[in-house]
């Protein structure tokens, strides 16, 4: 159903672009007309209202959008000017092309600066309407471009704040949902819990032809197998005890929208069989109903589960997996993308502190050092829980490595700072052993440079030295590895012994 979707989408759009919409607004019924008409022979694919009076042409404007709007200046009840005036209120981007048979410079003036395009006179001469209506339905199209551009920009702006990162691992990420999101085929989401499967569930939608039309998102285990059928697909009143109304169901809620099964891996044999007849036929028939009636829904399935395994031990259907699997794209973990822990941190930091109404903080160059070290199981979710945790209380305007004591302390006794050790200390330290406050690109810099450290060491320690198996498993090319070794100091070689035993952390050392 998807396929016919899109077509059928693409199809209206081309055709609103074909087919501009003209209004045509006088007191005299037969001049109406005959402009209309005059128009409609050179514009043969556009569609021409005739209004009399003001009124009917709001109401023609509310009732559906127009590129133009031709009108005469003097008329009963509501003038051209008031018409003016409040036809731009509902559409700032309508051309509004005046008529008057008292041409004066004043006039002309005056209907300019109340915000129309251009200004004719009576009699009218036929080649000169051509050309002004021309060009009105050019600059109501180049309005109209303008926007949508504007709205694609602002839409990528969220995203890349929500996609926070700069690592290879999120680049890929950002280049596989926009291109997923330019189709109209399901898409089946994978992904550790915690990995963000729903955000990027939200922005394919955002991001694709139906971003003006609902999207609707289910997490299928919290809801009974004996309600989830009700949930999905609706029922009629008297189904069921306690069916006292007509449900519409969530397809029918997401109606030219997007449709998000989040943890699709969990729903029962019955429902994957139920929903794998409405993806066949397109179709959705309520609980306790005669009849099915036809939907135009997009799917977004999510998981955290191993599908293939499902498959082979028969607890997925085959059939529903392809329905699902067009298109697919897997979250990485956060444990891949250790590099982006930072600025995931500082994103999550500033978030809160603006939804919290708190005045601005910042953190410590060691709390993200000792983050950008922890294993976080819990991927974005951990990592965005704690992050609001030191937020709220942090009494201050500093997030540091006592508050990270106090506030894991707190939530899990005995449990420390597991996942990540403390980082070691400063380099150097001022007179009474606090830690000196550094310029900001000084701290960063230093904070990547020990990370990077870290990192190389613990990652050429488990490929024993093995360049290639390293680029593979960092993401980053033999040439780009090789560059930061030297950068570093450092070379591969000398992880190459298997009986090689390395002191603690020796890329930390002076």
């Known amino acids: 159903m998807n396929n016919q979707s899109s077509g059928r989408q693409a199809a209206a759009a081309a055709a609103a672009a074909e087919e501009p919409r003209l209004i045509v607004v006088d007191d005299e019924p037969d001049f109406a007309r005959g402009l209309a008409r005059l128009i409609s022979s050179r514009?043969?694919?556009?569609?021409?209202?005739?209004?009399?009076?003001?009124?009917?042409?709001?109401?023609?404007?509310?009732?559906?959008?127009?590129?133009?709007?031709?009108?005469?200046l003097r008329m009963p009840e509501m003038n051209g000017m008031e018409l003016i005036h409040q036809a731009l209120q509902g559409a700032p981007g309508l051309s509004i092309v005046v008529l008057s048979a008292y041409g004066t410079i004043e006039t002309a003036v005056e209907a300019l600066q109340a915000g129309a395009y251009d200004f004719l006179t009576k009699p009218i001469e036929t080649e000169?309407?051509?050309?002004?209506?021309?060009?009105?339905?050019?600059?109501?199209?180049?309005?109209?471009?303008?926007?949508?551009?504007?709205?694609?920009?602002?839409?990528?702006?969220?995203?890349?704040?929500?996609?926070?990162?700069?690592?290879?691992?999120?680049?890929?990420?950002?280049?596989?949902?926009?291109?997923?999101?330019?189709?109209?085929?399901n898409v089946l989401v994978r992904g550790e819990s915690?990995?963000?499967k729903e955000l990027v569930a939200g922005l394919i939608h955002r991001l694709g032809e139906r971003a003006d039309k609902p999207f609707v998102a289910v997490d299928c285990p919290s809801i009974p197998e004996n309600l989830l059928e009700s949930e999905l697909f609706g029922y009629v009143k008297g189904a069921f005890t306690g069916a006292d109304r007509d449900h519409r169901g969530l397809f029918a809620a997401a109606q030219g929208g997007t449709l998000h099964l989040?943890?699709?891996?969990?729903?029962?044999?019955?429902?994957?069989?139920?929903?794998?007849?409405?993806?066949?036929?397109?179709?959705?028939?309520?609980?306790?109903?005669?009849?099915?009636?036809?939907?135009?829904?997009?799917?977004?399935?999510?998981?955290?589960?191993?599908?293939?395994?499902?498959?082979l031990d028969k607890s997925f259907r085959e059939d529903l997996y392809y329905r699902l699997n067009v298109l697919s794209v897997t979250l990485p973990p956060l444990r891949e993308r250790l590099e982006d822990i930072p600025l995931l941190a500082l994103h999550v930091l500033r978030r809160t502190c603006q939804e919290s109404g708190l005045a601005e903080?910042?953190?410590?160059?060691?709390?993200?050092a000792w983050m950008s070290r922890r294993s976080w199981p819990g991927n974005v979710r951990e990592l965005q829980n704690l992050v609001r945790r030191l937020t709220v209380f942090c009494p201050g305007e500093v997030i540091d490595m006592a508050l990270v004591e106090t506030v894991l302390g707190a939530d899990q006794p005995g449990s420390g700072l597991a996942g990540g050790s403390l980082p070691p200390p400063a380099a150097s330290a001022t007179e009474d052993g606090s830690e000196p406050l550094l310029p900001y690109k000084k701290a960063k810099a230093a904070l990547v440079d020990r990370f990077s450290r870290r990192y190389i060491d613990e990652l050429l320690t488990a490929t024993r030295g093995n360049v290639s198996e390293a680029a593979r498993i960092s993401g980053l090319s033999r040439v780009a590895l090789q560059k930061l070794l030297s950068r570093l100091g450092d070379s591969a070689a000398r992880y190459r012994q298997a009986d090689l035993h390395l002191p603690q952390h020796p890329l930390d050392q002076p």
Do not use: W
């Not at 514009?43 to 005469?72: K, M, Q, W, Y």
């Not at 051509?130 to 990528?156: C, T």
């Not at 029962?268 to 009636?293: D, M, W, Y």
């Open 43 to 72: 514009f043969a694919t556009a569609r021409v209202t005739v209004c009399h009076n003001g009124r009917e042409a709001l109401a023609s404007l509310a009732a559906g959008p127009a590129e133009l709007l031709i009108t005469d």
């Open 128 to 185: 000169q309407l051509f050309r002004v209506v021309a060009k009105g339905l050019e600059r109501s199209r180049l309005l109209a471009e303008n926007s949508r551009l504007r709205r694609i920009l602002s839409r990528q702006d969220d995203d890349r704040r929500d996609l926070v990162g700069e690592g290879q691992a999120i680049q890929r990420l950002r280049r596989a949902v926009a291109t997923i999101a330019r189709s109209d085929y």
């Open 194 to 196: 915690g990995t963000g």
């Open 262 to 311: 989040d943890e699709i891996g969990d729903i029962s044999p019955l429902i994957q069989t139920k929903l794998l007849r409405c993806l066949q036929n397109g179709e959705v028939r309520p609980v306790g109903a005669n009849h099915a009636f036809q939907v135009d829904v997009r799917i977004i399935a999510s998981t955290n589960q191993d599908l293939e395994a499902r498959l």
């Open 361 to 368: 903080k910042e953190m410590t160059p060691e709390v993200l």
